[in-house]
């Protein structure tokens, strides 16, 4: 079977990128799939992540056809066809079974349709939150550019053969007839974390609103008189200036902000709590992969994501969407009982299971094989 599979760029360090990256090694590994990558923006960079060397990659150059810098709307216009054109013309000379798209770029609204002698999907790796959020905290030109571009999307998903969401409650949220729900598949690696009496918490993400470290260091700043000993790290990519002069402000002890790496698992296996504070996601790839070695983890119930993985006081703390003191106290319960976070993290090790590899990749390969017969 040929597969293509659309990426903005396969050299950033995101989750899409090491998500989709992953399961098109796996699909060439496991089920000698012939895949092919079409990249909207290629800067010279070789893959973030592992790629298996037969994959072939061709280069849309996606950035340089559309950017214009005179008239925004007619830009978007020039965008759609520049993309519609270029693009046609590559899948055409692979000629492939699937083609699957990680995009919602509004440019690549029209793709469904000039690919409509194909089988398409489109792979939401975001979350109708997102949109939400730009509804109402937003110029007015935005507002009304997202209120449009949100009808238009759901146009434009529901001509795919198949819309796959990565959580229940976002596949909810955009109540399509052809949508389905496959999760991101998780690695996980034999139970070995016996960390629990470790005295520290982490929590990991880019340095942006999003992940709301602002309302974590008003968290920690309630949470940390009672427990002198402990320590909170915060790792990820970003500025995190405004955030180390938030922390210094507030008079923060006993944190500890830290770059991207790449060996996060070290850092995991060397705290007992992870600690989510996100405002919005498109699945919470971070928490899974926390809960996957055994973590003791809490979250805020944001769309959408955490709500799939964590059954509240049964495999970890579920908390109310950005209820600051509800969870400062949740978090002090946890601090104070490493029996509690013991138990959290085998039952979220049992429950992480359903989003293996190999369970979420047969889903997939149902997915193909049913498209093309």
Known sequence: MKIVYNIDDIHSKGGTQRVTLRKINYLVETYGYDVHIIVNNF???SPS???NESVKIHHLNYSNLIFGKVIFLLSLIRGIFSFGFNFKKIIDEINPDIIITTNNNPEEILLPFICRNYKTIQEFHYSMAIQKYNLYNVGYFKKIYSYCINIVYKWSFSNYNYFVALTKKDLSEWNLK?????????????????NYQKKQAIAVGRFVFQKGFDLLLKIWKTTIHKHHDWKLLICGPGNKIPYMKMAEQMHIKNIEFLDERDNIEDLFYDSSIFLFTSRFEGFGLVLAEAMSIGMAAISFDCPCGPSDMIENNRNGFLIPHENVIDFSDKLNELMSDVGLREKFGHEAYKTIQTFSEEKIMNQWNDLFLSLCN
């Open 49 to 51: 992540f592992r790629l």
């Open 178 to 194: 052809n949508g389905i729900v496959i999760s991101n598949p998780i690695e996980i690696p034999a139970f070995k974390f016996n």
């Open 43 to 45: 800067y010279g960079q």
